[in-house]
């Protein structure tokens, strides 16, 4: 079996980033409501190399960039119901995340952790 084959049966994962003493989670799990403003993510912390998100509700824009904020019709979507997608972070150099709701009510799930693959 190739590389590739391997790649295609073991897909990359999220894990959470764990305290090493107690095993304990750092970064938890955070829902927030969106409103029809800009919700910017500018702290990334250290040894975090995904987000792990989903739209309830309703849907969520975001863009990944510090040129353009998302708008209710602009930016990557996440369509409210789906399941959740780990976006990876290769290089915080002017990057920043900002997400904003198409409607009113979105509800933003966000966990900052890690991909790994096995």
Not at 52 to 64: G, K
């Amino acid at each position: 079996m190739t590389n590739l084959q391997l790649n295609k049966i073991n897909p990359p994962f999220f894990i959470p980033v764990w305290q090493q003493g107690d095993h304990t989670i750092l970064y938890p799990h955070t829902q927030t409501v969106l409103v029809l403003g800009v919700l910017e993510i500018m702290n990334i912390e250290k040894g975090v190399n995904a987000l792990l998100v989903q739209a309830l509700e309703q849907n969520i824009r975001y863009t990944l960039t510090d040129q353009a904020d998302p708008t209710a019709t602009s930016g990557f979507r996440l369509t409210a119901g789906n399941d959740p997608i780990a976006i990876p972070i290769i290089n915080l150099t002017g990057m920043r995340f900002a997400f904003t709701a198409e409607a009113a009510g979105a509800v933003l799930e966000m966990q900052q952790g890690r991909l790994r693959t096995f």
